[in-house]
């Protein structure tokens, strides 16, 4: 039985440890890639990315989302969309702008995505899969992996058998795997036993992803999987120490010093990312994470989750760490 601190094979890549950031739409760009890196994670993905804003070379697209730190790598760029040329070529530009891997998400299941014949839609159009998954690989040059649901509802297996045409006509170099049915979205009990069965049967690895919320879950999951690596994805989100515990270079829970520190980090990487204004609209959704690492009463946490700017919030933790320091006073 391996462990998460064992090295594996991603195609041609050799990754240092078997934890990986999964993509997050709306969130894994650059700078949160790079913190899980910083943190331990071997391999780490973007949020999801329009082939055809790459494509079509819209501005914030290109600009924003193909955004790599050298320090990052090795990194996954994440595409979605329906049309193999235009795949190809966002594939193509994607690699070029630095990319280690390309994965094509197959499992969305937000409608949006789907009615225009992406994400999970194309766990019932196998043909068209393939066909994304070679262009991809056309236009990269670079391992290609596939991220599935099992299947839309209950019971379909649409996406197992999705898998295995991946891998056999397509060549893609691993799946991965979140083993709840697209119509579950992120609720329910994920299905690691279809997991295993999918590994165990797959002559490429295969990524854990869904369920994943505290080291126990995770170290579980792994077993009772047989996969090669496992995805953290908004467990480790305001607690990237947990990519670290699970690696054993880290044990217990940070500090309020340590959590403010990383908060700086990440606000000053989301002003330099964005701007000062959207870094301050950004960063709303990030902010209740980190107090929840803290463990904050409501009261304790309101002025940094409502702050409306980068300097509102810079004051929240400045304010924090007073209060803890007159306390032990």
């Known amino acids: 039985m391996p462990a998460l601190t064992d090295t594996w094979s991603l195609g041609d890549l050799e990754l240092e440890n078997r934890l990986v950031l999964a993509p997050l739409a709306g969130i894994g760009n650059w700078f949160v890639r790079l913190q899980a890196r910083r943190f331990g994670a071997g391999l780490v993905t973007s949020e999801m990315v329009s082939s055809f804003g790459l ?52 499992g969305c299941p937000v409608r949006k995505v789907c009615k225009t ?10 043909a068209k899969a393939v ?20 299947g839309k509802t209950p019971g379909d297996r649409a996406g197992v058998t999705l898998a295995h045409r991946l891998v056999g006509d397509a060549g893609v170099a691993a799946i991965a795997f979140h083993p709840r049915h697209a119509s579950q979205q992120h609720a329910g009990t994920p299905d690691y036993a279809l997991a295993r069965e999918l590994a165990d049967e797959l002559p490429v690895p295969v990524m854990l992803s869904g369920g994943l919320a505290d080291e126990d879950k995770t170290l579980r999951a792994f077993h009772e999987s047989s996969a090669a690596a496992v ?26 010093a340590e959590v403010a520190e990383e908060l700086q980090t990440v606000i000053s990487a989301a002003e330099d990312h964005l701007g000062t204004d959207r870094a301050g609209r950004y960063l709303r959704k990030f902010y209740p994470w980190y107090a929840d690492t803290l463990g904050l009463t409501k009261r304790e946490r309101e002025a940094l989750v409502t702050a409306p700017t980068t300097a509102h919030a ?16």
Not at 66 to 93: N, T, Y
Not at 316 to 322: D, M, T
Request: aromatic share 4%; hydrophobic share 50%.
């Open 131 to 150: 066909a994304l998954a070679t262009a991809a690989a056309e236009g990269s040059c670079l391992p290609i992996t596939a991220k599935l649901r099992p």
């Open 117 to 126: 014949g992406a994400g999970a839609a194309l766990l019932e159009d196998p």
């Open 231 to 256: 995805m953290l994805a908004r467990g480790s989100l305001g607690n990237p120490w947990r990519f670290a515990r699970l690696l054993g270079r880290y044990s217990g829970e940070p500090t309020l």
């Open 55 to 106: 494509a079509y070379g819209n501005e914030r697209t290109v600009k924003e989302f193909l955004r790599i730190h050298p320090d990052e790598h090795p990194v996954s760029i994440q595409l979605f969309g329906h049309d193999p040329a235009v795949m190809r070529e966002a594939a193509a530009m994607a690699a070029d702008a630095g990319a280690d891997v390309i994965d094509l998400n197959m």
């Open 314 to 329: 810079r004051a929240a933790i400045e304010a924090l760490r007073i209060g803890e320091i007159a306390v032990a006073a």
